[in-house]
């Protein structure tokens, strides 16, 4: 099914622009696929969020490759990138960088922190203090820091990779909702099953004990990357679309298991990640089953339960799914 939009806001991107996409996409995947064994449609998630140029938080147990599987994205790319282990004494100018003062000049200078960078791995973001998570909110959102009344812009493409603990592991700080929501998407890896474990084993190198990350090779440059998203934000959108991804939005306010819904910012990153996986897939046009695919990963954690329904075990994905099957799906031919 495939919904026309009425007037197209901006220039529809070729087909010719979305197979290329589509074909850097897939060929990502399958070298990420190389290490990370089995998650293919983990992967695919984290590579929605590269051309959405969003953020991506990573969640599991340690050792189920959240390290890995951002290594993996960053080095199959020709393209700047940093990274920075979070640690309880971590200090906000250890991320964004600090002004020092020049004797020989007698001039102020500004030293660019880690952060500045294509992308950047934040491992186990969750063990630094607040105040150095929040040193993130700006830059994550403004794509800039700020020191001393100026402003410095990151490089573009920009994405932050960041891994984090489960919350009830020792050591632990529970990252605020603001900062939360600036995440394009938060998704998890599990454990691998017994065929993809193996796999894992059976590639691992044998002098270092660790997977073959450096031996991948370079797929894409941050250019590309940089042109691919611009093609992405082409992807036309029917109105009857755009008004079925905000109903469903909104559905999420409106549950009684929820304290707080999604907010228009939720609206906005899912509506960037369903026009990438309609790309990925080789269409100009999104359908109501990307809004499907992608509701979860991108609203889930961007949602505040009440006391009991987290007691009765419910979760961020239970209420997207309820919330989806609340919302009237749109058909071809619906009155505009």
Not at 113 to 129: M, Q, T, W
Not at 145 to 173: C, E, K, L, W
Request: net charge negative.
């Amino acid at each position: 099914m495939r919904l026309e939009p009425k007037h197209p806001a901006a220039p529809s991107a070729s087909r010719e622009s979305v197979a290329l996409l589509a074909q850097c996409f897939h060929a990502l995947g399958d070298n990420v696929e190389r290490v990370v064994k089995g998650k293919r449609g983990t992967v695919e998630l984290a590579l929605v969020c590269l051309f959405s140029e969003g953020h991506l938080l990573i969640e599991d147990v340690p050792g189920t490759g959240k390290t890995t599987l951002a290594r993996c994205l960053a080095a199959s790319l020709e393209a700047s990138w940093h990274r920075v282990q979070f640690t309880p004494d971590l200090l906000p100018s250890d991320i964004t960088g600090v002004t020092i003062y020049r004797q020989n000049t007698g001039a102020f200078e500004f030293l660019p922190g880690p952060v500045f960078a294509n992308i950047v791995l934040g491992d186990e973001v969750n063990r630094a203090s607040p105040k150095t998570q929040s040193a993130m909110l700006e830059v994550m959102e403004e794509r800039q820091v700020t020191a001393d009344g100026r402003t410095h812009p990151v490089p573009r493409p920009f994405m932050v990779i960041a891994t984090q603990n489960s919350v009830d592991m020792g050591g632990t700080y529970p990252l605020p909702e603001a900062q939360l929501d600036r995440f394009l998407m938060q998704v998890t890896l599990g454990y691998p099953d017994h065929a993809s474990e193996v796999a894992v084993l059976s590639g691992t190198d044998s002098q270092s004990g660790q997977p073959g990350i450096e031996q991948l090779p370079t797929i894409a440059t941050g250019t590309h990357i940089a042109e691919f998203i611009q093609v992405a934000r082409q992807i036309q959108v029917a109105p009857q679309l755009y008004d079925y991804l905000v109903r469903v939005v909104a559905a999420t306010r409106e549950l009684p298991e929820v304290r707080l819904g999604a907010s228009p910012r939720g609206s906005v990153a899912l509506l960037r990640a369903v026009r990438v996986r309609a790309a990925s897939q080789g269409r100009t046009y999104a359908l109501p089953e990307d809004v499907k695919a992608l509701a979860g990963p991108v609203l889930a954690h961007r949602l505040i339960l009440t006391p009991e329904a987290e007691l009765s075990g419910r979760g961020g994905a239970d209420v997207i799914a309820e919330a989806l099957a609340t919302v009237p799906v749109p058909q071809a031919g619906a009155p505009l």
